[in-house]
């Protein structure tokens, strides 16, 4: 059985400033983003420049954090946000929905190809493998706050958050560090390593993010203003993924329906 170590999220104060950990999370994502996108462009053929990576980190922050502030207040918090709608601006405290921030960046995506005309889905699957250097971030960022914690549990790695009780939960937010974060960057990286379809490194992106945050939801206690929605186990995260995951299914089969369709009228 593990202990939860009890991290001050305030990394470093000065004055009346506070730094907190979970920005500085939010800031090593979009710095890992930036600096692989980078190395992306520089690929022979890319057709992508330094200053399209810079311009697409700028305008991808401001839709991930406005998208996932909003996103977590009307999807999860919305009854905070009517008693005190200054709430929406508390992104310090933890509180950020990823579906809220997908939305957020695909109009931020919409915004970039307005001024550079890239292609919006070109942009889309030059960005995927990128992300998910983002979002493991947030999630250690979780951690780190203490948040999002998952069911109890008798496995040995169990973890006890003295804040929450004296019971061993899981580390839900470390798993989907581990597999949101980690792993995801691994199947997109080496996925986009090599030429592929338009729509085919997103569609795997929403599909591979969507199975592995409905698979964590089933150990991950549901926020307790919502609880479940249905069944006694389906919850809000999982409601949201499924269309994720519908939506991964049809850009892959139309990245790969394309080739046969070119043969077919050849």
Known sequence: MLTYPQ????ALSLGPIAI?????????????????GRVRAARPGSGWTSQHVDDLVFYMALGAVIGGRVG???FYN?????????????VWSGGMSFHGGLLGVMLALWLFNRKHKLGYWRTADFLAPLV???????RLGNFINGELWGKVTDVPWGMVFPHVGPEARHASMLYQFFLEGVVL???LWWFSSKPRP????????CLSYGLFRFLVEFVR????????LAFGWFTMGQALTLPMMGGGLLLLWLAYRRPQAAKARA
């Open 7 to 10: 991290i001050d999220p305030v």
């Open 20 to 36: 907190h950990w979970y920005g500085l999370m939010y800031l090593v994502g979009f710095a890992g983003g930036w600096w692989l």
């Open 78 to 90: 919305f009854a905070a946000f009517v008693q005190n709608p200054l709430v929406l601006l508390q």
């Open 132 to 138: 998910a250097i983002g979002l493991g971030a947030g």
């Open 198 to 205: 338009l729509y085919a490194v997103s569609g795997l992106f």
């Open 221 to 228: 206690e549901p926020d307790v203003h919502i609880g479940y």
């Open 185 to 187: 960057f691994v199947i």
């Open 72 to 74: 977590y207040v009307l």
